[in-house]
């Protein structure tokens, strides 16, 4: 793809990285924006809080007294499902929350060509939080196992096979489960005999001195980045090459694992799952891009110029500003203008998420229920009412920056 600047960044902050890199730096920042705005919009609603408000409450009201556990309380009353509703909501909220962090400062070092600093918190969240999100979607129950008891080695360790299989269980409950490989996932993220996956830059970044593995072991007269070309671009080529689909990969994951303690708004993650593949697809695809193709075929009456009435033509670069910025520009008479694509798939019949799977928070319900037909159960509270999706993101376009 040809160097195109987006506008999600400040100018200044992408002076250092290689123009032909830019877009693949926005698409990224967005990704991680994303990620952000559904953790806040999740935090929000309460939903991972929900339960432990309504057992306690309803503890107190029955009488009991001084301190109470609530993850005790739902055990004695038998309900599983609620207690893994519990965890799972606090595990989820607090991983992504720990992840996005690494992740900002690892970007903006990349931004600033501090590339051991970035590659050392880059290591972090893809390493950690991803395979543990990913778990937590993939076997909840093992996972939680290991969590309740011995976390400190049953949570460490894991063979390559098992985190290829948990990788691969986890993709299979994506909305574009197609598009993910668990393998290649795991050895990216993982391998240190992969000579053009990042386990090698990661333990560079971060060790002065690496020996396991021959792509991993330091040279004679060197330390491992010590004497690095900071105005070489190689450690850019091999960043770009797999973070935009690690974060797509990253996106995807987060927004079912949400929806393990509430479902997500229909319209916000038909959206997210459209403008994130397709404009990876534009980004890196070099053949034929099915997906484009068919959302602008399909709302092809309604993606026309403001001004001159023109249908808009959608190279790579227009696609690209289409899905991440909803702005495009009219190869007609060259004005950019608005193009609200979230309002536009909202009001139309496509659809691009099958129904998914019960969720935690559905077994929860069926299990209280189940409860509440059963007159030799122990009743802590009536039956409370689901929490609320989280509402839409704000879609208002923004004006891009002037880029210097």
Not at 39 to 50: P, R
Not at 124 to 149: G, H, V
Not at 305 to 312: E, I, T, V
Request: neutral net charge; charged residues 25%; glycine residues 4%.
């Amino acid at each position: 793809m040809k160097p195109h600047y987006l506008g999600m960044r400040p100018p200044d902050d992408l002076q250092h990285i290689p123009p032909k890199y830019w877009p693949h730096h926005e698409y990224c920042f967005y990704l991680h924006d994303q990620i952000g705005e559904l953790l806040v919009q999740y935090e929000a609603s309460g939903a991972h809080q929900w339960v432990a408000d309504a057992i306690a409450k309803a503890a107190t009201e029955t009488g009991r007294q001084g301190e109470l556990d609530v993850l005790d309380l739902l055990k004695e009353a038998g309900l599983t499902e609620a207690v893994k509703h519990v965890l799972i909501g606090h595990l989820v909220l607090a991983l992504t929350a720990d992840m996005l962090h690494f992740l900002y400062e690892g970007m903006r070092c990349l931004e600033k060509r501090k590339f051991a600093v970035a590659f050392s918190l880059l290591r972090k969240p893809f390493k950690e939080n991803m395979l543990f999100l990913a778990w937590l979607l993939a076997d909840p129950e093992d996972f939680l196992a290991r969590f309740e008891k011995d976390n400190y080695s049953s949570l460490n360790g894991l063979q390559p096979a098992r985190r290829q299989e948990i990788f691969k269980l986890a993709a299979d409950k994506l909305a574009m489960k197609e598009a993910f490989d668990g393998n290649l996932i795991e050895q990216w993220v993982f391998s240190k005999e992969m000579e053009n996956g990042l386990e090698p830059l990661w333990q560079k970044a971060t060790h002065l001195i690496t020996s396991q593995g021959r792509h991993l072991r330091t040279e004679d007269l060197n330390i491992n980045f010590i004497f690095n070309d900071a105005r070489s671009d190689h450690l850019y080529d091999a960043a770009y090459t797999m973070l935009p689909y690690l974060m797509l990969f990253l996106v995807q994951l987060s927004l079912r694992a949400f929806s393990e303690i509430a479902h997500a708004n229909v319209a916000t993650a038909n959206h997210l799952v459209l403008v994130s593949l397709c404009a990876h697809e534009n980004l890196l695809s070099r053949g034929p891009r099915p997906s484009t193709r068919f959302i602008t075929k399909a709302l092809k009456s309604m993606l026309t110029c403001l001004h001159c009435k023109r249908p808009f033509k959608f190279d790579r670069a227009n696609a690209m500003s289409l899905f991440l910025t909803e702005r495009a520009s009219c190869s007609a008479c060259g004005v950019d203008s608005p193009a609200p694509l979230y309002w536009l798939l909202a009001q139309s019949d496509l659809k691009f998420i099958d129904d998914q799977p019960p969720s935690a928070f559905d077994k929860l319900m069926s299990e209280i229920h189940q409860k509440a037909e059963d007159p030799s159960t122990e009743k802590l509270s009536a039956e409370p009412k689901p929490a609320p999706a989280p509402p839409p993101p704000d879609r208002r376009t923004k004006q891009k920056p002037s880029p210097t």
